[in-house]
């Protein structure tokens, strides 16, 4: 079994920054890849981020290229999500999830089968 725990949200101005951490106990990372997704208000969760099942590479939603950055440090177990010149369109539930071994579908969240509770991150105007 896999538990993922998300931390690190919080209520942040515009162009302010915040790191989100994902920790995972259980099963490791090995062959299943990471990503992030965020709910807002009355709206669908959505693809934020994600690493390749190996890890080796990185993909981001268009809204957030350029601006958030997703690492990990395999020795924690734990993938991070950076986020800087945050704007109030950012604002939502983010939540980190595993997908299924040895897959790259990274942004179809029914590929995923663990997720964490969601970290609530608010920004203000």
């Known amino acids: 079994q896999v538990q993922l725990v998300e931390s690190g949200g919080g209520l942040v101005q515009a162009g302010g920054s915040l790191r989100l951490s994902c920790a995972a106990s259980?099963?490791?990372?090995?062959?299943?890849?990471m990503g992030w997704f965020r709910q807002a208000p009355g709206s669908e969760r959505e693809f934020v981020a994600a690493?390749?099942?190996?890890?080796?590479?990185?993909y981001y939603a268009d809204p957030v290229k350029g601006r958030f950055t997703i690492y990990r440090d395999n020795a924690k177990n734990t993938v991070y999500l950076q986020m800087n010149n945050l704007k109030p369109e950012d604002t939502a539930v983010y939540y980190c999830?595993?997908?299924?071994?040895?897959?790259?579908?990274?942004?179809?969240?029914?590929?995923?089968?663990?997720w964490g509770q969601g970290t609530q991150v608010t920004v203000s105007s």
């Open positions: 690493f390749s099942w190996d890890g080796g590479t990185t």
């Open positions: 259980g099963r490791t990372f090995s062959n299943s890849g």
């Open positions: 999830a595993r997908r299924e071994p040895y897959s790259n579908i990274y942004s179809n969240q029914q590929n995923y089968r663990y």
